[in-house]
C-alpha cells in the first residue's frame, strides 16, 4: 500500500500547486524559468504515475476490502464512463462541449472516479480503490474550486491554441465513443486485466 500512497503523494500532490500555492509556482517560474518548471513537474508526475500503477497491482494482490454494492452498479459505472473520452477529448478541441462543460477535464476525471467506486459491486470496494479513485474525485473537486475562484478573482482560464469550431464537436464525441469502446471492449482487459462487463 506504501507505493500507491506515495505516487498518490507525488501524482496528485504536483497537480495540486495550483491550488494550495498558485503564487509559490509564479515565483518558482519566475526565478527559474518555465522550462525547468515543466521539467520537474512532469519528472515528479511520471515517477508518481509510475507509483500509482505498481502500488495498485500489489495491493490488488491482498485487497483490504472496506464496502459492497449491488450487482447493478456496474451498469450505472458504465453509463457514467460513455462521456469521460468524449470530455476528454472536449478538453483539447474548444468547442460548445468545452464552453458548455467550461472544464471537461475536471468532469472526465470526477465521472471517471464515481464510476470507478460504484463498479466495485462484483469483488467489493477495497482500501486501495478508495485512496486511488477517491483521491482522484476529490483531488478533481478541490481543482474545480480553486480555478473557479481563480476565474472569479480574474485570471482568465488556460485555452487550447486549436481554433474553434463545430467539428471540434463531432470529432470530440465520435471519437470520445469510439474510445469508450475500444476500453471496454478490448483495452481495459489488456492493459488493466479487468473485464468491465465480466
Known amino acids: 500500500m506504501i507505493p500507491l500512497i506515495l505516487g498518490l503523494v507525488l501524482f496528485l500532490g504536483v497537480?495540486?500547486?495550483?491550488?494550495?500555492?498558485?503564487?509559490?509556482?509564479?515565483?518558482?517560474?519566475?526565478?527559474?524559468?518555465?522550462?525547468?518548471?515543466?521539467?520537474l513537474y512532469s519528472l515528479v508526475a511520471i515517477v508518481g504515475f509510475g507509483l500509482i500503477i505498481w502500488g495498485y497491482g500489489l495491493a490488488r494482490e491482498t485487497p483490504v476490502l472496506l464496502y459492497s454494492l449491488p450487482a447493478g452498479m456496474r451498469h450505472l459505472a458504465a453509463?457514467?464512463?460513455?462521456?469521460?473520452?468524449?470530455?476528454?477529448?472536449?478538453?483539447?478541441?474548444?468547442?460548445?462541449i468545452q464552453r458548455r462543460?467550461?472544464?471537461?477535464?475536471?468532469?472526465?476525471?470526477k465521472?471517471?472516479?464515481?464510476?470507478?467506486?460504484?463498479?466495485?459491486?462484483?469483488?467489493?470496494?477495497?482500501?486501495?480503490?478508495?485512496?486511488?479513485?477517491g483521491g482522484f474525485?476529490?483531488?478533481?473537486?478541490?481543482?474545480?474550486?480553486?480555478?473557479?475562484?481563480?476565474?472569479?478573482?480574474?485570471?482568465?482560464?488556460?485555452?487550447?491554441a486549436?481554433?474553434?469550431?463545430?467539428?471540434?464537436?463531432?470529432?470530440?464525441?465520435?471519437?470520445g465513443l469510439a474510445l469508450y469502446a475500444v476500453f471496454v471492449f478490448w483495452a481495459h482487459a489488456a492493459l488493466i486485466g479487468v473485464r468491465p462487463f465480466g
Open 15 to 39: 497537480h495540486s500547486i495550483g491550488i494550495v500555492a498558485p503564487a509559490a509556482r509564479q515565483r518558482w517560474i519566475a526565478g527559474r524559468g518555465e522550462g525547468a518548471y515543466k521539467g
Open 137 to 160: 474525485l476529490a483531488w478533481a473537486v478541490a481543482d474545480r474550486i480553486a480555478v473557479r475562484r481563480r476565474e472569479a478573482a480574474g485570471h482568465p482560464r488556460a485555452v487550447p
Open 111 to 133: 465521472l471517471w472516479a464515481l464510476s470507478h467506486l460504484l463498479a466495485q459491486s462484483v469483488t467489493g470496494g477495497s482500501l486501495a480503490d478508495v485512496l486511488l479513485f
Open 162 to 175: 486549436l481554433p474553434a469550431g463545430r467539428a471540434n464537436d463531432a470529432i470530440a464525441l465520435i471519437g
Open 101 to 109: 462543460t467550461r472544464h471537461p477535464m475536471l468532469l472526465a476525471v
Open 79 to 96: 453509463l457514467l464512463m460513455l462521456p469521460v473520452f468524449v470530455l476528454l477529448l472536449a478538453a483539447y478541441l474548444p468547442g460548445r
